[in-house]
């Protein structure tokens, strides 16, 4: 009993150094994040904001808290939700190239935000449910899918994934194609992902669509470690592992859709995060889970700043940026590994 | 005279008479003559003006407090009057913190003004001879302790002088700095989406979103306002030295919003609405014109005439416009054919324009009859349908000086059965003219007409 406790309590220490850690590099990336404007990085009224300097320089305030603000906490969610769904799909997969974008569920969540935007929805709800749509019905036909191929097992999921996906650029080229040129360039970008028109109202939203599927996921992230361990041990450890998969992989598409809709396709998150985590602080999901969530808000966040301050002029889109740090940067660590 | 009635120390309040009539007392000579004594050292706070309020303090923002201090105080007023030349700028008299200059000792004196500043007259070079009222809101001794405003100025006779002293220099350095804030009364305006906006009675500082407005802007004789355009405004020349404020798809709202505008003139098709919504959150008056074809555009015209303060010069220009348009629509009724037009403006894939756009009025007001009858704005083609089309005059616009525009002329002239390649009437024409909605589209409206047309101009020299 006294050995459960210490495990139990150990456990806990450690889920705390590690989120507390992550959270420093969070805590400075999103103070830079907030400092970054397009003359620079300045520090100056952000630390006026911080201290509450009664005598700052309105104008500045007012900048940073209802531009910068809304768009820092948009890529930070934005990249927990998309590294989570990157860990959760490679933990139920057991597969280590399963991420959200991957796997089409980010494909479908835009192809139905597409048609949604094509049919002149709004954002919310209409776009929003539209995503949700869309994510929710290429998750259940990469199951089925999945299922009927038994020999290939669970390989079969993600090669189903990745032609769902393929399937869906395609009808998303399609629809571009055929759309106006006034929608077109809201679009283009959209897909590219962007965070530049992200509001207070919106991140409220997302928060609260959000948070609790993060909470969820991390109520369940011990039975993700006993279904990694194999089926049959799970199962005997008194796992559903129907149940367990259904409510995760739900809750991970509809984090993903509602996060989709709001910030368009951004790649390489979710496989860049969770593994190279994984490589610091081990396998167990009870610590990844809250050091994903905080890693990937960290990462998105600086790839969000690195956007708005490499061009001298305008911006680049976020998932130009994800991608360009994320895939050299995933390609350096599977040559480590090998 | 000096009784301050005001019970919030951000706001004027009631305060009766201006410096300036101060001034006319004679009492800004016994000041001066007081010069020899020294000087209080003394913070003054400016206030803005209550007209300007919220275009300085933006509403929600969290400080909306001191909007410009300078430290005027010192017993060495020689070095005192250098200092605040060189201090006094337009922006750090509205958005500078709280100045403290280092190695002095702390204020004795807080001044609490209220500063309007306005124009006395039309047609003043920029930056020259605004007059400044000053309102003193109050004084404070530093070492009293009590915070209540009231409390704040009691003895008058010691202190006007002094005060006045402080504000004879301010306003001083204002002539130095040439600092040039409007603020007076403002006007309500209702723009083209039904909006009202109410906009100073003379910006200084506006944001042009779109290149056709820059172009209006210019046209009006008003560059010098611009404190911010989009990408591509590059006519006239002197708009590609002005900042850049994103493109006029992707306005980047920082950047405007940092330029401090009490002005965002915006296109109602282009602009994204949600970036006006909150420009406006910010307090920034945003007035839309939609110029969508030839009318509107002379409204447009007489709409940022009137809000810039150069409704004479927008109604020359708009005379001048409709005595051309008329000149060319009287030509264009006599011409006995209208020739079917394919109007390219995409080369790959083929785009052209359809029905209830602008070029589609600008073809048919010259003389011509669009090939094209889609009602989808900007249509793809292929070359087989084009040729379907059989149009008796191709025109290609170009957007840059480049020579792929010779290809695909070339290329049309390799199909000997279509009517324009048989009278040789392909043509390649600067964009920038014909699609932007600006007063020189009548030009562009001329050249077109002559191309269709080339007959008709030949008796009438312009």
Same mark, same amino acid.
């Given at each position: 009993m006294s050995d459960a406790h210490l495990i139990q309590g150990r456990l806990v220490r450690r889920i705390f150094t590690v989120t507390g850690l992550l959270s420093l590099v969070l805590a400075l990336a999103v103070v830079i994040g907030l400092a970054t404007g397009p003359?620079?990085?300045?520090?100056?009224?952000?630390?006026? *904001?911080?201290?509450?300097?009664?005598? &700052? %320089?309105?104008? $500045?305030?007012?900048?940073?808290?209802?531009?910068? +603000? =809304?768009?820092?906490?948009?890529?930070?969610?934005c990249g927990a939700v998309l590294s989570l769904g990157g860990l959760v799909f490679q933990a139920l997969l057991g597969n280590p190239l399963a991420e959200p974008y991957i796997l089409g569920i980010s494909g479908g969540a835009a192809t139905g935000a597409i048609i949604g935007i094509l049919a002149g929805l709004a954002r919310v709800p209409g776009v929003s449910l539209t995503a949700f749509a869309g994510s929710m019905a290429t998750l259940f036909l990469v199951l089925y899918l999945a299922r009927g191929d038994s020999r290939a097992g669970r390989d079969a999921m993600l090669l189903s994934g990745v032609m769902v996906n393929a399937f869906c650029s395609a009808v998303i080229m399609f629809l571009i194609s055929i759309s106006d040129e006034n929608k077109l360039?809201?679009?283009?970008?959209? *897909?590219?992902?962007?965070?530049?028109? &992200? %509001?207070?109202? $919106?991140?409220?939203?997302?928060?609260?669509?959000? +948070? =609790?599927?993060?909470?969820?996921?991390?109520?369940?992230?011990?039975?993700?470690?006993?279904?990694?361990?194999?089926?049959?041990?799970?199962?005997?450890?008194?796992?559903?592992?129907?149940?367990?998969?259904?409510?995760?992989?739900?809750?991970?598409?509809?984090m993903v859709s509602a996060m989709v809709c709001q910030s368009g396709l951004m790649g390489f998150v979710g496989l860049v995060v969770p593994h190279i985590l994984r490589q610091?602080?081990?396998?167990?999901?009870?610590?990844?889970?809250?050091?994903?969530?905080?890693?990937?808000?960290?990462?998105?966040?600086?790839?969000?700043?690195?956007?708005?301050?490499?061009?001298?002029?305008?911006?680049?889109?976020?998932?130009?940026?994800?991608?360009?740090v994320g895939a050299p940067l995933f390609i350096l660590l599977l040559k480590r590994r090998a | 005279m000096w009784k301050i009635e005001t019970k919030n120390p951000h706001t004027s309040g009631e305060v009766r008479g201006s410096v300036f009539s101060h001034i006319k007392q004679g009492m800004l000579?016994?000041?001066?003559?007081?010069?020899?004594?020294?000087?209080?050292?003394?913070?003054?706070?400016?206030?803005?003006?209550?007209?300007?309020?919220?275009?300085?303090?933006?509403?929600?923002?969290?400080?909306?407090?001191?909007?410009?201090?300078?430290?005027?105080?010192?017993?060495?007023?020689?070095?005192?009057?250098?200092?605040?030349?060189?201090?006094?700028?337009?922006?750090?008299?509205?958005?500078?913190?709280?100045?403290?200059?280092?190695?002095?000792?702390?204020?004795?004196?807080?001044?609490?003004?209220?500063?309007?500043?306005?124009?006395?007259?039309?047609?003043?070079?920029?930056?020259?001879?605004?007059?400044?009222?000053?309102?003193?809101?109050?004084?404070?001794?530093?070492?009293?302790k009590s915070q209540d405003p009231a409390q704040w100025t009691t003895n008058e006779n010691s202190m006007k002088n002094r005060a006045l002293y402080f504000v004879f220099i301010l306003i001083a350095a204002r002539f130095y700095c040439g600092i040039s804030i409007s603020y007076g009364e403002t006007q309500s305006f209702t723009d083209t989406t039904g909006c009202t906006v109410e906009l100073p009675d003379r910006p200084l500082r506006v944001v042009s979103l779109a290149p056709s407005i820059t172009e209006i802007v210019f046209s009006l004789g008003k560059g010098a306002l611009l404190a911010g355009v989009t990408r591509y405004s590059d006519y006239p020349e002197e708009a590609k030295k002005l900042p850049r404020v994103g493109s006029y798809i992707r306005p980047e709202l920082e950047t405007i919003v940092n330029l401090k505008p009490d002005l965002c003139l915006a296109v109602k098709d282009g602009n994204p609405k949600k970036t006006i919504q909150r420009l406006k959150a910010f307090g920034i008056p945003v007035y839309t014109v939609s110029p969508e074809g030839i009318d509107t555009i002379l409204r447009s015209i007489k709409e940022i005439g009137g809000l810039l303060n150069a409704k004479d010069?927008?109604?020359?220009?708009?005379?001048?416009?409709?005595?051309?348009?008329?000149?060319?629509?009287?030509?264009?009724?006599?011409?006995?054919?209208?020739?079917?037009?394919?109007?390219?403006?995409?080369?790959?894939?083929?785009?052209?324009?359809?029905?209830?756009?602008?070029?589609?009025?600008?073809?048919?007001?010259?003389?011509?009859?669009?090939?094209?009858?889609?009602?989808?704005?900007y249509p793809r083609f292929s070359k087989e349908q084009v040729l379907a089309l059989a149009p008796e005059i191709i025109i290609i616009t170009s957007m840059a000086r480049n020579d792929i525009f010779e290809v695909v002329k070339k290329e049309w002239e390799s199909w000997p059965s279509l009517p324009a390649v048989k009278t040789k009437r392909i043509h390649v024409v600067d964009s920038d003219i014909l699609d932007r909605p600006t007063p020189r589209v009548v030009d562009g409206l001329a050249m077109l007409t002559a191309l269709i047309h080339p007959t008709l101009f030949k008796e009438t020299p312009k």
């Open positions: 003359s620079g990085i300045d520090l100056g009224p952000v630390w006026d *904001l911080l201290t509450g300097n009664a005598q &700052a %320089d309105g104008l $500045q305030i007012a900048i940073i808290e209802r531009i910068r +603000l =809304p768009r820092v906490l948009m890529a930070l969610f360039h809201d679009i283009m970008f959209w *897909l590219m992902g962007d965070l530049s028109s &992200a %509001d207070m109202p $919106q991140v409220g939203m997302v928060a609260i669509l959000v +948070l =609790p599927c993060f909470a969820i996921i991390f109520l369940l992230s011990h039975k993700m470690n006993l279904m990694l361990m194999g089926r049959e041990m799970a199962r005997s450890m008194g796992v559903s592992i129907r149940q367990t998969t259904l409510i995760l992989l739900i809750a991970t598409s509809f610091i602080f081990g396998s167990d999901h009870r610590v990844l889970v809250p050091a994903t969530i905080v890693g990937g808000g960290a990462f998105m966040v600086i790839c969000d700043l690195l956007a708005r301050w490499v061009p001298r002029e305008g911006e680049i889109p976020v998932g130009v940026i994800t991608a360009i | 000579k016994k000041s001066i003559t007081k010069e020899s004594q020294p000087l209080p050292r003394a913070l003054i706070q400016l206030h803005p003006g209550r007209s300007s309020d919220s275009r300085i303090n933006p509403p929600g923002a969290p400080s909306r407090l001191p909007c410009g201090s300078q430290w005027l105080g010192g017993r060495d007023s020689p070095r005192l009057q250098r200092r605040v030349r060189s201090r006094i700028s337009r922006d750090s008299l509205f958005s500078s913190p709280l100045t403290v200059v280092q190695g002095r000792k702390a204020p004795e004196f807080l001044i609490y003004y209220s500063i309007e500043i306005s124009y006395v007259k039309d047609n003043f070079p920029l930056r020259e001879n605004p007059a400044i009222r000053l309102e003193p809101l109050g004084f404070r001794d530093i070492h009293d010069e927008a109604q020359n220009i708009t005379e001048k416009m409709s005595t051309q348009l008329a000149f060319i629509d009287r030509a264009v009724a006599q011409a006995p054919h209208k020739p079917l037009i394919f109007f390219q403006i995409g080369i790959s894939p083929i785009v052209s324009v359809g029905k209830n756009t602008f070029l589609n009025e600008m073809i048919q007001r010259a003389g011509g009859e669009n090939a094209v009858t889609s009602p989808r704005p």
